[in-house]
Nanobody
Framework: QVQLVESGGGLVQPGGSLRLSCAAS????????MGWYRQAPGKQRELVAT???????NYPDSVKGRFTISGDNAKNTVYLQMDSLKPEDTAVYYC????????????WGQGTQVTVSS
């Protein structure tokens, strides 16, 4: 049974930092690309950061330079370091594990709330 369990969300003031963690079980972690997505109320889920099994990272312009994704294969865990947080970063953050063709496996965590407010 595959499980992705996020932690580390919470309330933080603008300009502050948070680190999210996603512990994976039931998958061969090193075979997957891992990612973080977020969904704000009334909006579609959007990409925040991805990291391939080879360590290549990708970020949208909205978080580039502020967020950093990293992975620890020994702990089957992926992290999202979020700095210089803004109110518009408020959302539920979801962890994703993806293994492409020919497997096409895609898994989601349950999400963790991040609220940026003074």
């Amino acid at each position: 049974q595959v499980q992705l369990v996020e932690s580390g969300g919470g309330l933080v003031q603008p300009g502050g930092s948070l680190r999210l963690s996603c512990a994976a079980s039931g998958i061969a972690f090193s075979n997957y690309a891992m990612g973080w997505y977020r969904q704000a109320p009334g909006k579609q889920r959007e990409l925040v950061a991805t990291i391939t099994s080879g360590g290549r990272t990708n970020y949208p312009d909205s978080v580039k330079g502020r967020f950093t994704i990293s992975g620890d294969n020994a702990k089957n865990t992926v992290y999202l370091q979020m700095d210089s947080l803004k109110p518009e970063d408020t959302a539920v953050y979801y962890c994703n594990a993806n293994r492409g063709k020919p497997f096409n496996y895609n898994y989601w965590g349950q999400g963790t709330q991040v609220t940026v407010s003074s």
